[in-house]
C-alpha cells in the first residue's frame, strides 16, 4: 500500500516539475537580461533594468533557492528582442495577479485565492 501512495505522489508531481523548471529557466534567462540593462548608459534603461532584476531575483529565489548569478550566460544577441518581449510579458502577468490580490483583499471578509 505504502508503495502506491508514493507511486501516486510521484506520478501527480511529475507533470508540473517541468512548467516549474521552464519558468524558472526563463526566470533565470530574464535575469541576465535585465542584469545587463542594469549596466547600460541611459539612466532610465538602467533603472529599469535594475528594477526588473530584483523582480525576476526574487522569483528565482522563491523557485530555487542558492541561485549564483555568476554561473549565468548572457542572452545571446540575436535572441535578445523575444527575449525582452517574454520577460515583459512574464512581468505584466505578475502585476495583474498583484492588482487581482490586492482587489480581493479590498473587499471585506474575503481571503484571497491565486
Partial sequence: MESVLIAVVLAAASPSAPAADAATALDQRCFGLMAQLAEEDD?????????????????????????????????????????LRRCGDAMQAGGRDFRAIGRQLAQPHRRPTV
Fill in 43 to 83: 539612466p532610465r534603461v538602467r533603472s529599469l533594468g535594475r528594477v526588473a532584476a530584483q523582480y525576476f531575483l526574487g522569483r528565482i529565489d522563491a523557485a530555487a533557492p542558492g541561485f549564483d548569478p555568476a554561473g549565468l550566460a548572457a542572452p545571446r544577441t540575436s535572441e535578445r528582442d523575444s527575449l
